[in-house]
């Protein structure tokens, strides 16, 4: 999964993986974190998601990191909001309305970067990416992060086998061993999706099965 490959797709539109309405999860289990209003949230691999206009219209500042300035320009036009523009060593900055998009590598992010971040959500993060780069995301994401901060994860699991992702299959085993050391792991639901999915269905799948994972940070082994 090379940055141009997903540079192609958002060229391409080809962007199944975008949701027109808000995530169903995120709006269910999102108070269960007992964030204060105006806590900061980032939002990791952000694309155009519409989560994020979710989440500022609850009270909360977004910070999002995509490597595609088509996604960014489209979530900021399709979404009536103008943006400020302004460059850095780094990263681009759009920004409009308590949402803030880094135009960027998320490898790229410093502690520095996230130094005002109290909660992540992940929808399309971990699964986007293949085994091989899954444990360097988790444990960049870790060194970025502060202790105590909290993570709305959704995971994605089928038989790999049936389908080359991406989205790829990560198990309830997978989450919890990438960050057992490192986090309070509630599970929250595990919910079966195939019926509901025709075009997973058509490619293949014999199982398909989202699990919401509620993490809280510590240090190693606390």
Not at 106 to 114: A, H, P, Q, S, Y
Not at 142 to 152: F, V, W
Not at 178 to 190: G, M, V
Not at 197 to 208: E, I, K, T, V, W
Request: proline share 5%.
């Amino acid at each position: 999964m090379t940055k141009e490959y997903w540079l192609d797709r958002w060229k391409r539109d080809e962007t199944g993986f975008h949701q027109h309405v808000f995530n169903p999860y995120l709006v269910q289990y999102w108070e269960m974190l007992q964030l204060p209003l105006g806590s900061q949230v980032f939002v990791p691999l952000c694309g155009k998601t519409r989560d994020m206009i979710w989440l500022r219209n609850e009270g909360y500042s977004v910070l999002g990191i995509e490597l595609s300035t088509l996604a960014i320009k489209a979530f900021f036009e399709e979404n009536k909001l103008s943006a400020n523009h302004d460059s850095g060593e780094k990263f681009d900055y759009y920004a409009a309305d308590a949402i803030q998009i880094l135009h960027g590598d998320f490898f790229n992010l410093g502690k520095c970067d996230l130094k005002k971040i109290s909660a992540v959500y992940d929808r399309a993060s971990l699964v986007a990416l293949p085994p091989e780069t899954r444990r360097h995301y988790v444990n960049h994401m870790l060194h970025i992060l502060s202790p105590a901060t909290k993570i709305l994860l959704i995971s994605f699991d089928y038989p790999q086998s049936e389908m080359q992702g991406p989205p790829f299959a990560v198990s309830r085993d997978e989450v919890i061993a990438l960050y057992q050391n490192y986090a309070k792991i509630r599970l929250l639901a595990e919910i079966d999706i195939l019926d509901e999915n025709p075009r997973f269905q058509q490619r293949g799948l014999s199982r398909l099965q989202e699990s919401i994972f509620l993490l809280t940070l510590h240090r190693p082994n606390q």
